[in-house]
């Protein structure tokens, strides 16, 4: 780990001007990816900016609905009743991913800000675009296995590792930040950001910006949704692909349907079109495949990763039917329903 | 001469160690750290409790887990200087004279084999029991999942969790007495 300088914010205000006097300062929350990159020297921070003793730590209903602070942990946020009771979909996302250990240490803003687990990212020793821009993107004629199908450039094909963004791509949350010019609201879908040419961008966060909170709506999610993870093993890894969705119903006709796509896009993933051809049809396996076929027609597959694009097909259709049913995947049995 | 680090920002003074207080196994410590240095290297390095292991130093595997503040937590990713006036307990402050009802249990059902693991998921196990959410074997094994075995004692680390949750009214009680 490279040496650096240690400051502890005590108000926001202090944590935003620290950022701004110090063009090598970061913030640190529970650090469980930051201090992990910065083993790999792939972060080289010259401050610590500590902002856990900010009082962004509570779960607070507000009239828009429900406002998670930025640094409520993982684990408080998936056990919370409020949360069970009106979004279960996220305590779900929440608990399918990490472990018990990290969800207790990783914050709701850490866990947004989350970098690729790219491997070649990862390796210092490696070029690599996001890493280091101009330098190439050796995953393209590389090990491509577990990288975007969906939404890539020609400069990275990365994708966002998080499991609680999917959830929250698909609840339409409001990401709240405050920078030197102030506070400004973001909506979840543009957050994160596509690669294009700066790769190194993974969000729309103006330096300096820190994130106060993530705000869920006013409405109630609790019926019909489900969050399915598959992976290479049954705990403790990261998605091959993801999907969560929430549907409203009247009887067996869908009346609204929000779906989202985890481990396919450097972002979670949306397709309008395709959530608009699925309202007001039957739920039926039928009516699934033909909003799978009109996400993954634009799939682009690489060496490794083509089996990406029939297990999204498949996560889709099968993330439906669990919603529409109302028997959302449970995260401790693993057997899929 | 530490003290300005802490607050102040945009100095240009070179990093020095940093005052934390930390108490460990119920013990206050006094102690000053470099920023850089994680939970687990103060624990096994500055503190002489090697009982914690170090296995990737990355969060993979759950060897370094500790409970801080109630928590259990990978000390490889924590930053000490971050947990200035936490609680922590490490695999050391577990048994007071006789074996913890869990340490007892992982003895019973042979629940290692190499025991590199061990601590991590004594210390996680404990936390789990504590945590009250999991019940079946199904959810006793989703809430280990952190802590990966690499001898594969799986099976009887699930034997000897489930035991302690399901006797854990005796032998909290024996062990007490
Ligand atoms: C072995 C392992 C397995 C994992 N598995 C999964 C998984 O299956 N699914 C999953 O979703 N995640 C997984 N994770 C990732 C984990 O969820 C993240 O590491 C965690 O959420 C990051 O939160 P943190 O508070 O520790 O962030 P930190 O490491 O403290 O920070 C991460 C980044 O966010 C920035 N930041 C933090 N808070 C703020 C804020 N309020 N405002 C602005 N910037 C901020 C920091 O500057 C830094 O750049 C895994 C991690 C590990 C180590
Ligand atoms: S996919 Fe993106 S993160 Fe991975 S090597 Fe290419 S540029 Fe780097
Ligand atoms: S040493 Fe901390 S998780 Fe492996
Ligand atoms: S007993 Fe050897 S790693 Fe678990």
Redesign the pocket.
Known sequence: MNRFEYTRAGTVQEAVQALAADPAA???????????LMKYNVERPGRLVD?TRLPLDEIVQHAGGLRLG?LVP?ATVAYDPLVNERYPLLASALLA???PQ?RN???T???L??RTRCYYFYDEGTPCNKREPGSGCPAMTGVNRIHAILGASDTCIATH????CVALAALDAVVQVEGPDGRRSIPFAEFHRLPGDEPQRDTT?QRGE??LSVDLPDEDFSTHYTYLKLRDRLS???ALVSVAAVLEMDGDTIRTARLALGGVAHKPWRNAEAEGRLQGKPATPETFREAADVILAEARPYAHNAFKVELARRAIVRGLSQAAAGTPQSQTDKRIA | MAKPMLSESGSSAPPETIPVTLTVNGQERQLRVAPWTTLLDLLREELDLTGTKKGCD???CGACTVIVDGKRINSC?ALAVQKDGAHVTTIEGLSTGSLHPVQAAFVEHDAFQCGYCTPGQIMSAVALIEEGRARSRDEIREHMSGNICRCGAYSNIVDAVEDVLKNKGSSFREAAE
């Open positions: 970061r913030f640190i929350a529970g650090g469980t990816n930051l201090v992990d902002i930025a993982n991913g990490a472990s990290l240490a990783a914050t803003g850490g866990n800000l989350q590792p998080s499991d609680m966060l820190i994130v403790y890894a990261f | 990355h969060g993979q990713l």
